[in-house]
T-cell receptor
Framework: AQTVTQSQPEMSVQEAETVTLSCTYDTSESDYYLFWYKQPPSRQMILVIRQEAYKQQNATENRFSVNFQKAAKSFSLKISDSQLGDAAMYFCAYRSGNTGNQFYFGTGTSLTVIP | DSGVTQTPKHLITATGQRVTLRCSPRSGDLSVYWYQQSLDQGLQFLIHYYNGEERAKGNILERFSAQQFPDLHSELNLSSLELGDSALYFC????????????FGQGTRLTVV
């Protein structure tokens, strides 16, 4: 089975600064998608950004961007101009294009934003 | 609003009891996933149904079972409840295409006392 690893249980960033959350995955598949989800204190799971494995270009959504290194199997999330509302748990997820289209989630990184 | 509806939002029950959690997926989504999230923990995958059929099982206890009905709603049954079963239980739905994300419900907060 595919594994998704988030090696940073906790991170902190000063308001208005930039922070990068790490995610690596292990797979032998060629067809897959990667996602970052945000879980604020409300516990609702919210999609932040997605990346297709076939695309070289890194996805960007406003202040959120990814650094997708396919050969290294790395998928980090960069948050620019951090805001207090960015404080949340962030989960990296992998969706297989083959094995029943399962989702595999990392263990999460808790982000604190310091005013 | 994700379009995924979970009921009830909160549930308090005693040890040894049985409860049923319900999930209505987004319109058109055939896949339903169940996850368990204990306090400050990650998402533990329980089970995946696709169009009424079980597709994959994760670390689901034998005391737990699930099904997906012809109208595509799903139920997660938890029996012989223990204190350690207290958690947030999420349902998510998705289309089968690999480029679609999982849409999550707001979760059911289960407290076993």
């Amino acid at each position: 089975a595919q594994t998704v690893t988030q090696s940073q249980p906790e991170m902190s960033v000063q308001e208005a600064e930039t922070v990068t959350l790490s995610c690596t995955y292990d797979t032998s598949e060629s067809d897959y998608y990667l996602f970052w989800y945000k879980q604020p204190p409300s516990r609702q799971m919210i999609l932040v950004i997605r990346q297709e494995a076939y695309k070289q270009q890194n996805a960007t959504e406003n202040r959120f961007s990814v650094n997708f290194q396919k050969a290294a199997k790395s998928f980090s999330l960069k948050i620019s101009d951090s805001q207090l509302g960015d404080a949340a748990m962030y989960f990296c997820a992998y969706r297989s294009g083959n094995t029943g289209n399962q989702f595999y989630f990392g263990t999460g990184t808790s982000l604190t934003v310091i005013p | 609003d994700s379009g995924v509806t979970q009921t009830p939002k909160h549930l308090i029950t005693a040890t040894g009891q049985r409860v049923t959690l319900r999930c209505s997926p987004r319109s058109g989504d055939l896949s339903v996933y169940w996850y368990q999230q204990s306090l400050d923990q990650g998402l533990q995958f329980l089970i995946h149904y696709y169009n009424g059929e079980e597709r994959a099982k994760g670390n689901i206890l034998e005391r737990f079972s699930a099904q997906q009905f012809p109208d595509l709603h799903s139920e997660l049954n938890l029996s012989s409840l223990e204190l350690g079963d207290s958690a947030l239980y999420f349902c998510a739905s998705s289309g089968l295409q690999v480029n679609t994300e999982a849409f999550f419900g707001q979760g059911t907060r289960l407290t076993v006392v």
